[in-house]
């Protein structure tokens, strides 16, 4: 199988083929590496037989692949996809991106939770599978055993999202922040005498600073959040807000003249690159807490259920912990003073991985082993 890879460069593509490595996935293919701006250098090595670069923008090349998988972005995906299509190339499109999601011949892949769906695409001749929201994503995962039992009424997820989710610049100035606030009470810090108040001046005055940098976040992350992500839709609610519901019934194929009500506030956090989500859920019945925590930990083999106690919520339950593994941790469950059919939970999970890279891995694979 000639496989296309798009945007390997950036964040999520280079995570990508870190699992693709990790995994074996080269393998089982013959991978073909594509670029935007350094066609004809030399592309990584993988055991390809192509072993330039070629030119990402080149219909021609890019229809000679059974699959091209894309960590480009949506611009590109807007530019190529379409063009790819008319030309009459009918391989298989995976992306990153979010532009062709919630289009009618594109499915939204999460194997773990919506194989099944997924299935259904490949068997109708469905060509498009597409990497969901990051956040929703993520809470798919962590709540997939509910899911799959059909004990959800509805969900309230309020989220607390990395600097990853807003790229890779948006990392490294978070990063840039914490050092220019370090450097403004260093030598206070360093003092035994130091105060706590007039620490905590200066930095508030650091960050209103003109010098302060924002030029990516667009406002101080370090020592602060933002608490809105994404356009605003003019209804008082982000575009990210919105993909909760849209995506999580789509990627379910849940009939949309009757969906499940998934809504919230999505706000920025001082995380690197691990997304967490407070949520309050209405089961459609009142479950016992023992047997709500056994079908979460069956939902699927990297959802980790955490016991809700100050001991295990501490270490297991955070971006610290969780960062730079597959595990998606579920805990802080129990049953809510609204009723006994009210369930809280906190999921972390590490959006480079389920919330990027990982479905778009685990759909090539699906293919190579269809």
């Not at 190529?80 to 499109?93: E, F, M, Q």
């Not at 929703?136 to 009424?153: P, Q, T, Y």
């Not at 809510?336 to 809280?344: I, W």
Request: aromatic letters at 6%; a negative charge; hydrophobic letters at 45%.
């Amino acid at each position: 199988m000639k496989v296309g890879i798009v945007g390997w460069r950036g964040m999520v593509g280079s995570v990508l083929l870190q699992r693709m490595q990790q995994e074996g996935d080269f393998a089982l293919i013959d991978p073909v590496f594509f670029s935007t701006s350094q066609a004809g250098q030399t592309a990584p090595a993988m055991g390809q037989t192509t072993t330039t670069l070629l030119d990402a923008t080149d219909l021609t090349a890019l229809a000679a692949m059974d699959v091209v998988i894309t960590c480009q972005g949506g611009g590109y995906t807007n530019d190529i996809h379409p063009a790819l299509r008319d030309s009459g190339w009918d391989g298989y499109w995976i992306d990153a991106a979010s532009s062709l999601r919630m289009q009618d011949a594109s499915t939204i892949i999460l194997d773990p939770v919506n194989r099944d769906v997924i299935d259904r695409a490949l068997s109708g001749g469905k060509r498009d599978f597409i990497g969901g929201n990051c956040t929703v994503s993520l809470m798919m995962m962590a709540m997939a055993g509910l899911f799959r039992e059909g004990l959800i009424d509805w969900i309230s997820a309020m989220t607390y999202q990395a600097a990853s989710g807003a790229g890779a610049r948006a990392m490294l100035e978070l990063v840039e922040q914490m050092g220019h606030l370090h450097g403004i009470v260093a030598d206070s810090l360093a003092s035994a005498d130091a105060s706590a108040i007039e620490v905590d001046a200066a930095l508030t005055s650091a960050m209103h600073s003109a010098g302060f940098p924002v030029q990516e976040c667009g406002a101080p992350l370090a020592g602060s959040l933002i608490p809105w992500i994404d356009a605003d839709l003019g209804q008082g609610q982000s575009r990210e807000e919105w993909k909760a519901q849209a995506e999580c019934n789509k990627m379910i194929g849940r009939d949309p003249s009757q969906p499940l009500v998934v809504d919230g506030i999505c706000v920025r956090v001082g995380a690197m690159r691990c997304h967490s989500q407070a949520l309050t859920v209405k089961l459609v019945r009142d479950v016992p807490l023992a047997e709500i925590e056994s079908i979460l930990a069956s939902g699927n083999e990297w959802v980790k259920v955490v016991g809700n106690s100050r001991d295990e919520s501490i270490p297991f339950l955070s971006p610290a912990a969780v960062s730079g593994t597959p595990s998606v941790a579920i805990g802080r469950l129990r049953k809510m003073g609204m009723g006994p059919e009210y369930v809280s939970a906190f999921t972390v999970g590490d959006q480079l991985l389920w919330g990027a890279a990982e479905p778009l891995r685990r759909m090539l694979r699906i293919l190579i082993e269809r």
